[in-house]
């Protein structure tokens, strides 16, 4: 299938690992230009140089806090600058912490806040006046199954992605006139370093090892195993295709079927 994506321009947040990584690896996949962010400089360009290596496309690599509103416009400017454009933009950060309401702080809550919602609100302001010029754009948030079904110890989470979800309906609302599509991915238990930092605080607090903890997430989705971070990028990048254009202000779960409900 064509997925009709070569050489438009994918910014991809939060990719030097994980689930943003396996993203931006699959744009380039499909011989989309990529654009590239995490905290980290090292551990980002030695993934920005793999794809470049393997896909033979621009990739843009630059440090960012998607937390700092001021970084993202920089960067979001870098990439408009490079690339004359920016078609595609998936937001993505790290995880807040496992933790039961009681143990938060507030600091806990302002940090999930400015990553994992003020983050989206920051590259939406950026992004959305160049996809209006160019009237295509999609813009893909990455939350979590927590947008649908609240889970145990991650309040935070539970929190904060349902704004997410808000943001998402309220811009694909207002900007599909402007062929902008607005949607949003939930991945549910992901083998990647997140899961495994959140399995083995779990299996602290419960005096089980990591993989007991591992392997009973993996048993609660109907199939029985974790997710890849591949899987979750190829819903992304399908999402961003011309074959999910009447697609928009959506949350779509892929997690195995963990999901309980209808
Ligand atoms: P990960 O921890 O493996 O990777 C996170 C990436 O974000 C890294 O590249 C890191 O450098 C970058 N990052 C973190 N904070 C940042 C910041 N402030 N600015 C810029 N970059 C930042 O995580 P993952 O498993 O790939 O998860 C990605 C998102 O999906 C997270 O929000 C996570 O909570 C969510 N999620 C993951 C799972 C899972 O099972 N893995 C399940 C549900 C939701």
Same mark, same amino acid.
């Given at each position: 299938m064509d997925?009709?994506?070569? +050489?438009?321009? @994918? !910014?991809?947040? &939060?990719?030097?690992?994980?689930?943003?990584?396996?993203?931006?690896?699959?744009?380039?996949?499909?011989?989309?230009?990529?654009?590239?962010?995490?905290? +980290?400089?090292? @551990? !980002?360009?030695? &993934?920005?140089?793999k794809i470049r290596s393997q896909h033979k496309v621009e990739v843009l690599a630059e440090a960012c806090d998607v937390s700092d509103a001021s970084a993202v416009s920089r960067f979001v400017s870098e990439v408009v600058d490079k690339f004359g454009a920016v078609d595609i933009c998936v937001t993505n950060a790290g995880g807040p912490p496992a933790k039961g309401f009681l143990s938060t702080s507030l600091d806990d809550w302002n940090s999930a806040v400015a990553a994992n919602f003020l983050s989206t609100v920051y590259f939406a302001r950026e992004v959305i006046p160049h996809m209006q010029r160019q009237r295509w754009g999609r813009i893909i948030t990455v939350t979590s199954l927590t947008t649908k079904q609240p889970l145990a110890d991650l309040v935070l989470s539970n929190a904060v992605r349902a704004a997410v979800v808000g943001l998402v309906k309220s811009l694909a609302n207002e900007f599909g006139k402007d062929g902008i599509l607005v949607n949003n991915v939930g991945p549910g238990f992901t083998a990647t370093d997140r899961l495994r930092e959140l399995a083995a605080a779990q299996a602290s607090s419960l005096r089980k090892n990591e993989s007991e903890i591992l392997d009973?997430?993996?048993?609660?989705?109907?199939?029985?195993?974790?997710?890849?971070?591949?899987?979750?990028?190829?819903?992304?990048?399908?999402?961003?295709?011309?074959?999910?254009?009447?697609?928009?202000?959506?949350?779509?779960?892929?997690?195995?079927?963990?999901?309980?409900?209808?």
């Open positions: 997925l009709g994506l070569k +050489n438009r321009v @994918a !910014l991809v947040a &939060a990719s030097s690992q994980g689930i943003g990584l396996a993203t931006a690896e699959t744009f380039a996949a499909e011989g989309c230009r990529v654009a590239m962010c995490a905290r +980290n400089a090292q @551990a !980002l360009q030695s &993934a920005a140089e009973r997430w993996a048993a609660d989705a109907p199939l029985r195993r974790l997710g890849e971070p591949r899987e979750i990028a190829e819903t992304i990048v399908w999402l961003a295709s011309e074959r999910a254009s009447y697609i928009t202000g959506q949350t779509l779960l892929v997690d195995g079927g963990m999901y309980k409900g209808l």
